[in-house]
């Protein structure tokens, strides 16, 4: 049984977690509303984000607080026979560290992210791009890495574990682990080199070496992940985007041409045939304005003359559509004004051998 002096100052302790918690619900209310109010007259929005962030960690580290000071408060009222009662203490002040650490890193964490992306948002709103959904999810992934880390060398060294052997250990497995995963950490490194020289962002439309077309759907950390036409995720090693060339339909804006090819027969007025193309890329709505719509002269084919509408649209979502329902008016166009679409011919003559 506990002598009457443990029981009080275990009480005390119990009071003192109380007012700790009590203590941080008011600087939380406070940093709520005259902090909120405070900020509120700054120009950046990054302050109110850090305070939000912060806010939600108030209560947390002050409980944390009253945990220590109240283990400090009966561990003064103990003497040396209390063996056992010390290592209770002593038991909880360890997972109490850990735990203050844990959430002193995912602050400091959350903190930097809000930075991070505050900062990735004005260079987006600047640039017109979309920077923060490239780079922001492999970032903070680095950030957590990094900070995890640190607070477990610092949770290791403060309680006497000698962090210096094992530094050693891991710099001598990580060079066992890049000579055995080479190709993964080239796909790492072609994943940074992604995020910084942009060639694509989450959202954009390429073509791959291959000829598959596709969104960017998600740039990670090994792969990219880009969503064909047929809904299905193709999932590409970082490494073989940054060795080939891609075409980036997104890039430097979302207007794209708009190409539909006709073969008309010989002796056809090409004059004509040119305003009907032109009036009915003009007709569509989709088709921009400016610049305005063009008929090429392309060849001269085996079967007919060959020529090119090229136009203009907002963006290449629509070029597709476009496409196919140019084609369609423009088989319809031609057959009422008798332009004739013609066919492949061949000339076959055959001789006798015995004529011979």
Do not use: C
Request: charged share 20%; no cysteine.
């Amino acid at each position: 049984m506990f002598d009457s002096n443990i029981i009080k100052t275990i009480i005390i302790a119990v009071i003192i977690i109380i007012a700790s918690a009590l203590t941080g619900e008011m600087l939380k209310y406070l940093l709520n509303t005259i902090f909120k109010r405070l900020f509120a007259y700054t120009k950046t929005t990054l302050d109110d984000k850090i305070l939000s962030v912060v806010r939600s960690k108030v209560v947390t580290l002050s409980v944390i607080a009253g945990f220590f000071i109240g283990i400090k408060v009966i561990r003064q009222s103990l003497s040396v026979e209390d063996i056992l009662y010390q290592n209770v203490l002593d038991y909880l002040s360890i997972a109490l560290y850990i735990i203050l650490a844990i959430v002193l890193t995912r602050l400091i964490s959350r903190v930097i992210e809000t930075m991070f992306e505050w900062y990735m948002d004005e260079v987006s709103a600047k640039t017109q791009s979309n920077i923060t959904a490239t780079v922001a999810p492999l970032t903070k992934k680095i950030i957590d890495i990094l900070l995890f880390l640190i607070a477990g060398m610092i949770v290791l060294d403060h309680f006497g574990i000698n962090i210096g052997s094992l530094l050693v250990s891991l710099g001598v497995g990580s060079l066992a682990v890049a000579l055995a995963a080479q190709e993964t950490v080239a796909n790492m490194i072609a994943g940074f080199v992604i995020l910084i020289d942009q060639p694509f962002r989450v959202g954009d439309r390429i073509k791959l070496p291959s000829g598959e077309e596709g969104d960017v759907y998600k740039i990670g950390l090994r792969s990219t992940r880009i969503l064909n036409f047929d809904n299905n995720l193709v999932v590409i090693p970082n490494s073989e985007l940054v060795k080939n060339r891609l075409v980036n339909y997104s890039f430097p804006g979302n207007d794209i041409r708009v190409l539909v090819e006709v073969r008309v027969a010989y002796g056809t007025d090409i004059e004509k045939a040119r305003s009907i193309l032109l009036k009915l890329a003009e007709n569509h709505s989709d088709i921009l304005k400016a610049p305005e719509p063009s008929v090429f002269f392309m060849d001269f084919g085996e079967s007919g003359i060959q020529l090119r509408l090229s136009a203009r649209t907002s963006h290449f979502d629509k070029k597709f559509d476009i496409e196919t329902a140019l084609r369609e008016h423009v088989y319809q166009a031609f057959n009422a004004s008798q332009i004739e679409i013609p066919l492949p011919q061949r000339v076959i003559s055959s001789q006798n051998k015995n004529e011979a």
